[in-house]
């Protein structure tokens, strides 16, 4: 049990490092950059799946909090989080919460693919990269309109949508065509090291 604990933090700890190496890998496009930060957070999420899915993106936001910069370009500190952007790193824990609880605890048995497995994490990878986006629209939406950079012919939404949603879908519909075959092949090779009883959901 106590290797199993060891196990379990130290995989909680890569993981939250490979978030943060993320932060290297931006393209820059319009208001907000294409980042890899986000299917990671899901990715890492759907690996562990159950009560561990957060965690990795927990720590790598405490990180970036406190000052470390690995948050996207580099960047890191409490004025990300207050900056029109902020709402997405909120929404990088609450996806990738959700996509664990949807996945579910890996298990050794989840080498066969059956269709049940394949659209269980198929729909925690995109359930979990369409709720980050929730808190992130609504903070940019609200940073919009008190800023003024809403048009007057748009809404606070449309503007947002525009400028934070729209563009990216192509992106994260290639990250979740990579992410979900990867999260089905290496679940079951985690089950193994994680838990007691992994033959169990």
Aim: hydrophobic share 55%; aromatic share 10%.
């Amino acid at each position: 049990m106590k290797n199993k604990s060891v196990l379990k933090i130290s995989f909680i700890a890569l993981f939250a490092a490979i978030i943060c190496f993320g932060c290297f890998i931006r393209i820059p496009l319009g208001v907000i950059p294409i980042v890899l930060q986000n299917a990671l957070c899901i990715l890492c999420a759907v690996l562990l799946g159950g009560v561990l899915a957060g965690a990795p993106a927990a720590l790598f936001l405490i990180a970036g909090l406190i000052g470390l910069p690995v948050y996207s370009g580099g960047t890191g500190g409490l004025a990300v989080w207050l900056g029109p952007t902020g709402g997405f790193l909120a929404g990088y824990l609450l996806g990738a919460v959700a996509a664990g609880f949807i996945a579910g605890k890996p298990s050794v048995t989840e080498k066969k693919l059956t269709v049940k497995v394949v659209v269980r994490v198929s729909a925690a990878v995109v359930t979990g990269l369409v709720i980050l986006y929730i808190p992130g629209v609504i903070r940019f939406s609200y940073w919009a309109t008190a800023a003024g950079k809403v048009p007057a012919d748009k809404t606070a939404l449309a503007y947002t949508m525009a400028a934070c949603v729209i563009p990216y879908i192509p992106g994260d519909i290639l990250k979740a065509v990579i992410a979900i075959p990867v999260a089905l092949k290496l679940r079951p090779v985690l089950a193994q090291y994680l838990y007691e009883d992994s033959n169990k959901y």
